[in-house]
């Protein structure tokens, strides 16, 4: 059973910054598109970053310049370091691991808790 593991989540003020982490099987992490998504009460799941193999990324517009996606392939790891958050930051963050000829393999974690408070 394929395992993503996200952790990093938490409660900051507007302005903060914090780091997610999510780690996979070297067999996922190796042949995927690494992702974050996120899920605002009463929204739909939205895209944040994606970083290819190759790490090429790809952000929203709401997060350009202040998120980052990054991976580390020895550590089969994505992070996504959080700057200058903002209240309309806070979500449920998940973690996406997807690749396959028509990206049909596609597998998420469980989630974790961003929340910036004023």
């Known amino acids: 059973q394929v395992q993503l593991v996200e952790s990093g989540g938490g409660s900051v003020q507007p302005g903060g910054s914090l780091r997610l982490s999510c780690t996979t099987s070297g067999s996922i992490f190796n042949r995927s598109t690494m992702g974050w998504y996120r899920q605002a009460p009463g929204k739909r799941r939205e895209l944040v970053a994606t970083?290819?193999?190759?790490?090429?990324?790809n952000y929203a517009d709401s997060v350009k310049g202040r998120f980052t996606i990054s991976r580390d392939n020895a550590k089969n790891t994505v992070y996504l370091q959080m700057n200058s958050l903002k209240p309309e930051d806070t979500a449920v963050y998940y973690c996406?691991?997807?690749?396959?000829?028509?990206?049909?393999?596609?597998?998420w974690g469980q989630g974790t808790q961003v929340t910036v408070y004023s």
């Open positions: 970083i290819t193999k190759a790490s090429t990324t």
């Open positions: 996406n691991a997807n690749f396959g000829l028509v990206s049909e393999y596609d597998y």
